[in-house]
């Protein structure tokens, strides 16, 4: 399992969004290529077992104390296309 990275102290609002911001493109990104290498089902198959998993509090036990970010990383990862290998 990853650890968890440490923010730094002081970091500012505008770069916690950059930092989300690029996270989530990194997690269509994961998407685009699962999709190019095994297909929209596996692609698919990754996303459920992602929000199964953040849901079930599997990746981080934390992100179920407050309702508002649960929501907010629910609906980011919900929102995430998966792509088909032929549109690509």
């Known amino acids: ?7 730094p102290s002081g ?10 911001n690029a996270q ?10 699962i999709a190019e290498a095994e297909g929209s089902e ?6 459920t077992e992602l929000l199964d998993s953040v849901k079930h ?7 179920l104390e407050d309702t508002a970010t649960y929501d907010f990383v629910v609906a980011m990862i919900e ?3 998966v792509a088909n290998p032929s549109t690509i």
């Open 24 to 33: 989530s493109l990194c997690l269509g990104h994961a998407l685009e290529h």
């Open 11 to 20: 970091i500012r609002l505008e770069l916690i969004n950059i930092v989300l």
């Open 1 to 7: 399992m990853l650890e968890r990275p440490e923010i």
């Open 79 to 81: 929102g995430l296309p």
């Open 42 to 47: 596996a692609a698919s198959k990754f996303k």
């Open 57 to 63: 509090g599997r990746i981080d036990m934390a992100l």
